[in-house]
C-alpha cells in the first residue's frame, strides 16, 4: 500500500484580495458570539527531506513545487516534488502533481490579516434540526473560503477545528466549522451528507455579505467528514439529497474538496443496517439505492471540482487503499486530483488531542495553501 501513484501540483500563489468590511447581519439571529481579536502569525518549521529523484530545496512550512505545465494536453508526466516526512525516515514519498487548471504561477501571500471576527451561526434551513458553525472572518480576506467538516462518533467535533480555522485565518483565509449530525449508528444515510451540502448553500445564499465567491467554496473534511465532504464533491445538486435538511431552491455544489485520511467508498460503518437501512444484499431498492448513491468512488465522474487528498501510509490499509481507489478514479475520470501520501503518518496525523496542528499540520497546510493559491488565484 506504500508505493502508490500519487499526484500533487501546486504552485505559489499572489496576495490575497482586500475586501471591505464584512456584513454580518444577513447570518441570522441565531448567533451566540461575536468577537474580535489579532491573529498571531503561525510558528515556523523547518523540514529535511532525503534526496529525491528531481533536485528540491524544501524552505520553513513550504514544499518546492514544479512550475504549472502549459494549457492543453500533455503526455510527459509532471515532474515530481518530495513532501517532508512525518518522522526521521529516511525516504519520503514522492508525490506527482497533475495539472493544474490555471498556467499562471503567483508567489504564496506572506501578508497576515488583522482583525478576526468569530461568530456563531445556525447554518441549517428553517425547520431542520439546528446544527451550529463557527464562522472566522479575517478582516481582510480571500474570496475563497473554506467548509470545516469533523463530525465523530460521539459527538460533535467543530471546536477542534480550531486549529485550521486559526492558520487559515492567519493566512487570510475565512473558514466555517460545522457541527454535522453524527454517522455510525446514531443517524441514517444520508442526513449528514446533506448537513454539508446546506453548509455550501448556507454560504452561497450569503456571499455577498460575507465578500465571498459563491463558485469558490471549498468543503474540506478529516475521517468522516472526509467522507461526507466527498459526497458533496461527487454529487453536486443531486435532487436525491432534497427534503427538509437541505435549502430549496439553491446550489450545493462545491468549487473544490479537501479530503484527510478518509473512506470514500461507503464502507467502515459499524452499523449498516441501521445507517443505510438495511444490510448490503437486502431486497429493499431503497437501501440499495442508499449503498450505491454513498460509495463516491463509484461517483468520480460527476466530481464537482479539484480534489487534494492526504492519507499517513502508516494508517489502517483500508483507508489507504480508499484514498488510492479514488485517486485512481478521479484520474481515469480526467479530474484534476492530487493524493499526498505521507510518510509514517497515522490517523489524524495533522492535529494533536487538542486540535492544534502538529509540525506535519503545519507542513501540510502550506501544501494546501500552495494547492489554494494555484487553483483559485486572486481575482
Not at 32 to 61: C, K, N, Y
Not at 354 to 373: C, E, F, P, R
Amino acid at each position: 500500500m506504500r508505493s502508490r501513484r500519487v499526484a500533487f501540483a501546486v504552485a505559489r500563489a499572489g496576495a490575497l484580495v482586500l475586501v471591505g468590511a464584512v456584513v454580518f447581519a444577513a447570518c441570522g439571529s441565531d448567533s451566540t458570539s461575536d468577537r474580535s481579536e489579532r491573529s498571531t502569525p503561525s510558528s515556523t518549521t523547518t523540514a529535511t527531506t532525503a534526496p529525491a529523484t528531481t533536485p528540491t530545496t524544501v524552505a520553513p512550512l513550504t514544499v518546492p513545487v514544479p512550475p504549472l505545465p502549459p494549457a492543453g494536453p500533455t503526455t510527459a508526466p509532471p515532474p515530481p516534488i518530495t513532501v517532508p516526512p512525518r518522522t526521521s525516515r529516511t525516504t519520503p514519498p514522492t508525490v506527482t502533481a497533475a495539472p493544474a487548471p490555471s498556467s499562471t504561477t503567483k508567489p504564496s501571500s506572506t501578508t497576515k490579516p488583522g482583525a478576526v471576527t468569530r461568530k456563531t451561526v445556525v447554518y441549517t434551513p428553517p425547520g431542520a434540526p439546528k446544527l451550529r458553525a463557527d464562522l472566522v472572518l479575517p478582516r481582510q480576506h480571500a474570496d475563497t473560503i473554506i467548509v470545516l467538516a469533523n463530525p465523530s462518533e460521539g459527538g460533535f467535533r467543530r471546536k477542534a477545528l480550531a486549529g485550521w480555522a486559526n492558520f487559515y485565518a492567519q493566512h487570510g483565509y475565512p473558514s466555517l466549522a460545522i457541527d454535522v449530525a453524527t454517522p455510525r449508528g446514531l443517524t441514517t444515510y444520508p442526513k449528514p451528507q446533506t448537513d454539508v451540502k446546506a453548509a455550501v448553500q448556507y454560504l452561497r445564499g450569503r456571499a455577498g455579505a460575507l465578500a465571498v465567491d459563491p463558485d469558490r467554496i471549498v468543503v474540506q473534511g478529516f475521517d468522516i467528514g472526509a467522507a461526507l465532504g466527498a459526497q458533496a464533491e461527487v454529487t453536486p445538486d443531486d435532487p436525491f439529497f432534497a427534503g427538509p435538511r437541505h435549502y430549496p431552491n439553491q446550489s450545493d455544489k462545491p468549487a473544490a474538496f479537501i479530503g484527510f485520511y478518509g473512506r470514500y467508498d461507503g464502507g467502515g460503518e459499524r452499523v449498516p443496517q441501521i445507517y443505510y437501512g438495511g444490510p448490503p444484499d437486502s431486497p429493499d431498492p431503497k437501501v440499495q439505492e442508499r449503498y450505491a448513491k454513498a460509495d463516491s468512488v463509484a461517483h468520480a465522474t460527476d466530481a464537482a471540482g479539484p480534489a487534494l487528498l492526504f492519507q499517513g501510509d502508516a494508517d489502517n490499509d483500508e483507508f489507504v487503499a480508499s484514498a488510492s481507489a479514488f485517486l485512481d478514479a478521479l484520474q481515469a475520470a480526467g479530474k484534476d486530483v492530487t493524493l499526498a501520501l505521507w510518510a509514517g503518518g497515522g490517523h489524524d496525523f495533522d492535529q494533536d488531542t487538542s486540535g492544534a496542528l502538529t509540525s506535519a499540520g503545519k507542513q501540510a497546510a502550506q501544501q494546501v495553501l500552495d494547492w489554494l493559491a494555484a487553483r483559485f488565484p486572486p481575482s
